[in-house]
């Protein structure tokens, strides 16, 4: 019996659970991390906890979550995500400094402002992507996704940051193997402070 060809058996199970494998994976790691614990019962209870993450996502697939578009859809470059997911601990850290200055600062120059922008993307979970990326960036919250409408709470009026210059957003739209213009992930910006937009 011959190899198996590259479209072989081996393959397409790879192909077809490559996603499950990643994801038990990266919630092993992260279960480790957390606890850091390695006794045979917490390893038990971590393995429970990600079967049932494991199980939950796999019926979250097939559930339309905007435009009868199910959630399992489309498939994210794999060495992109590792690169975004680098750049983005990258800007959460440099995030987390910008904050901590604002709040030891003597004057604390907070200035809290509604930030409303358009953001065309390839799909909906790319979008997800998108709005949780800008709320894990510290300072900064996504408050409603709405089609490809974001409002994102933020404590400055700088609106030069990541993800209101179109940087973050067409990072996201490259996961899916698609180039964007900066211009189409970030525009129509409206920033709102003390009821107004300005």
């Known amino acids: 019996m011959g190899r198996l060809s590259r479209n072989g058996p081996r ?14 994976l990266l919630l092993a790691a992260v279960w480790v991390l957390i606890s850091g ?22 019926k979250l697939r097939s559930i339309p ?3 009868n578009e199910p959630s399992g859809s ?6 992109r995500l590792t690169l975004y ?3 983005l ?11 901590a200055y604002i709040i030891l ?9 509604i930030v409303r922008f358009t953001s065309e993307q390839p799909n909906v979970i790319a979008r997800v992507i998108l709005g949780n990326s800008i709320t894990l960036t510290p300072g900064t919250l996504t408050l409603e996704i709405k089609g490809n409408r974001f409002v994102v709470h ?15 957003g067409a990072k996201v739209c490259k996961l899916y193997r698609r180039e964007c213009d900066r211009e189409l992930v970030c525009r129509d910006l409206e920033v709102i402070t003390s009821g107004r937009a300005t």
Not at 89 to 99: D, E, I
Not at 154 to 168: I, K, Q, V, Y
Request: hydrophobic residues 45%; negative net charge; proline residues 7%.
């Open 11 to 24: 393959s397409s199970f790879w192909l077809r659970y490559r996603g499950l494998v990643l994801q038990a």
């Open 105 to 113: 600062h003597p004057r604390m120059p907070i200035q809290p402002v």
């Open 37 to 58: 614990r390695f006794e045979p019962d917490y390893l038990a209870w971590g393995a429970v906890s990600i079967a049932l993450v494991l199980w939950l996502n796999s």
């Open 85 to 87: 997911l680098l750049w």
């Open 74 to 79: 489309s498939h994210i470059d794999l060495p």
């Open 65 to 67: 979550l905007a435009e």
């Open 89 to 99: 601990v990258w800007q959460m850290v440099k995030s987390g400094f910008y904050v």
């Open 154 to 168: 933020t404590l400055t009026h700088d609106t030069d940051e990541d993800p209101f210059s179109g940087r973050m």
